[in-house]
Structures are given as structure tokens and as C-alpha cells.
């Protein structure tokens, strides 16, 4: 899990739509690279494990929901590592029964399986995470640690990120991605090539994400979002949604998580229909992973008796 590079496959979509409209469709399955530490977040963690690792601090501190895929990629990147974990999670009332917890919510579930330990706090206390009051009171009750923010976005993020485009990938037009904190989007803008067009699809709803992109990235001349696809926010989806990743996983055998991936092909593939590209244009989606949390999302749907996610 610590090589310098890890190079993906594309896998090529064929969907009755994609050849009416004379459209090129892969899409790069980093979601392949490990069960657990898949797509982006190998990316946006490998060089923060290893800048850990070179100062010598034997512990990861990270924040996150309950249902945070970041959450579960970094206990089990940790764990591969050799280093520690600790979880810090919005949401203290969690914390009053940990054992029911750990038995329903499989991603916490998962994480506490590869060595994380949780502290549980409350949403105003998570509000203030990133105050050095806060951080200190952590280092007090934890010792020292290695901090890797929400959802794993910094420098050695991006840096991570760059890496997902290799010179195979030149031959795209546009490339596709998911947008959670920015941080993958940007790593594809600072190495996209000569005439790329990138192409961002929020989770989140508004559009703030845009003055991030800005901040993280190395260049303002070759993106844009796509920001009406969110499904009503982050974590929000609906049965419309459900049915297209099931019929998505049905044609073409590529699953897809619904709080990222699910989102961005429905939007990718309705501006398609909806004439948006010229006729030949080769296009790349990033599958980022995020697979992992179907299962806790699954186990949501059945409370409220909706379909599943295949």
C-alpha cells in the first residue's frame, strides 16, 4: 500500500446512449486498489502516512461522521502502516451505548476492527475541531499524533491526487470526477494535460466549493462544476437515484456508491443525453471508491423499507 505508484485500469462503458451520441465514455476504476483504502482516499492519504511516518509519529488523528468513508480508509490505511488511529467523531450521544453502535454502523464498526479508537463529541464541539484550543485538549488526552483533516483534503492530498492521470489518460477530452472537499478535483486540474476539460459533480449542495478550488488548485482556466446533481446534499438520495446505480451495476458490472460516484454518472450520463458534448468526444470518469459504505447505507434503506443499492 506504501509503493510509489499504483497505476489503474479503464474500463470502457457501453450504454445504448453513449452510441447515439457518438460519445466515448471510460471510466478509471480506482476503486480497484483496495476493499477498504480505495480511490481517492489511498490517494489523498498515501503521502500524509508517509510524512508520518518520516517524522516518526506513530499515530493519526482524523475527523468525521458516523457513516465517514475517510473514517474507515484511515484506520485501515493506519493499520496496514503500522501506525495508530483515532477517530474523532461528530456526534456524542454515540458514545452513550458503543457496543449497540459497533454492532449497527459498520463503518465505525470496520474502523474499531483495524485499531481505531473513537472520541465521540458534540456537533458544537466539532464545529470548533480545527481550534488550537481543541487540538490541544487532544494532545493533552492523547498524546501526540499526526493530524490528517476531514475528509483528508491538504497539500500532500493533492499531491496524491495528481497521480491518478497517467499519460494514457492524454488522449481524453474531458475528465469527470465527484467533488467532496476539493481535493481531487484539484489534484486533476494541477496535472491535467493540454486541452483537458475537468468536470466536477458536488455532493454538497451551494456552490462555496468553487473559491476552495481555487485555493487548492494551480489554475482557474480548465474546470468546472456541475452542481445541480447533489440528490439535495451530501448523504442525501432518493429512489430515483437507487434505480439508475442499479441499472448502472445491471449494464455495464460497475458498482457505485451513492454519495459520490452514484451522483456524478447520473449527471454525467443526463448531460450526455441532453447534447452536451459534440459527437466524438472521449470522456474519463474517476471512480473514487467509497464502496464500502453500502452496506451501512443499505442497512438505513431497509429501516425505511426502500430499495436497496445492488
Known sequence: MLTNSVVTRNQQVLLPVLEEKGIHLFIKREDEIHPFVSGNKFRKLKYNVKEAKNLKVETLLTFGGAYSNHIAATASFAQLAGLNSIGIIRGDELAINLKEVLQTNLTLKDAHKNGMRFKFV???????????????????????????????????????????LTSEDEKFNYICCAIGTGGT?????????????????????????INEIINL?????????????????????????ITFINQFKDATDIPLDPIYTGKMMFGLLDMISKNKFKRGSKIIAIHTGGLQGITGINERLKKKKKPLIK
Open 122 to 164: 458534540s456537533r458544537e464541539a466539532y464545529r470548533n475541531k480545527t481550534a488550537a484550543s481543541f487540538i490541544d485538549s487532544l494532545k493533552d488526552e492523547f498524546g501526540e499524533f499526526y493530524i490528517i483533516p476531514e475528509g483528508g483534503t491538504n497539500e500532500l492530498a493533492i499531491r496524491g491526487c495528481e497521480e491518478i
Open 185 to 209: 478535483i484539484s489534484g486533476l486540474i494541477n496535472s491535467a494535460y493540454s486541452g483537458q476539460k475537468i468536470i466536477g459533480f458536488p455532493a454538497l449542495k451551494g456552490d462555496f466549493l
Open 217 to 241: 488548485s494551480n489554475r482557474n482556466d480548465n474546470w468546472s462544476i456541475e452542481s445541480k446533481y447533489h440528490f439535495g446534499g451530501y448523504g442525501k438520495l432518493n429512489d430515483e437515484l
